[in-house]
């Protein structure tokens, strides 16, 4: 088997350690689908399910995952502690909190030990954490990267569609269709 046709097996696990995270990680599970790429949600909190995350975790690699995606809120722990306990990549996503906005969050995951790395995008950025996963798993993926740069093409043309709109319309009838 290729390189490239074992990365096809992988999926993504979208982990988050409470179903009030869904909201935030929900967009990365909808881009993956875009992309045709399998993935799996679970709730597995650090600390109310530590054997479970840490099950999760160990056997992540044999089971076919290729990425995992952890948000976690408030301590934020999931993240760190699921990168500890395997080597793949772990994308961690700050679940904004109504006590602090979620930079509690962001910053729990942010520090990581050294040896221990979890890239971290913004808080509420379950979006960019599913692009992420697809970029890694698209590395030796020729049809992935392929589907990357189509997507990137229409972001391209949906932001030259607004510009034209705005230098004809002007900046106050432009605002006012919004």
Do not use: C, W
Request: proline share 4%; charged share 20%; glycine share 8%.
């Amino acid at each position: 088997m290729s390189l490239t046709e074992a990365n096809t097996l992988k999926q993504v696990a979208v982990v988050m350690g409470s179903d009030s995270d869904l909201k935030t990680l929900q967009p990365a599970v909808e881009i993956l689908d875009q992309f045709g790429i399998r993935n799996e949600v679970r709730i597995l909190s650090a600390h109310r399910t530590p054997k479970e995350m840490m099950d999760f975790a160990q056997m992540a690699e044999s089971n076919g995952y290729g990425v995992i995606i952890a948000g976690a809120g408030g301590a934020a722990h999931l993240p760190g502690m699921v990168a500890s306990f395997t080597t793949l990549p772990v994308i961690g996503v700050p679940v904004k909190s109504k006590a602090l906005s979620g930079i509690d969050s962001m910053y729990s995951i942010l520090q990581m030990p050294s040896g221990i790395p979890v890239a971290t995008v913004a808080i509420d950025g379950g979006l960019n954490a599913g692009l992420l996963a697809t970029q890694i798993l698209a590395i030796n993926n020729i049809e992935l990267k392929n589907k990357l740069k189509i997507y990137r093409s229409h972001l391209h043309d949906h932001v030259t569609e607004k510009d034209k709109s705005i230098k004809e319309m002007g900046s106050k009838k432009y605002l006012d269709k919004m």
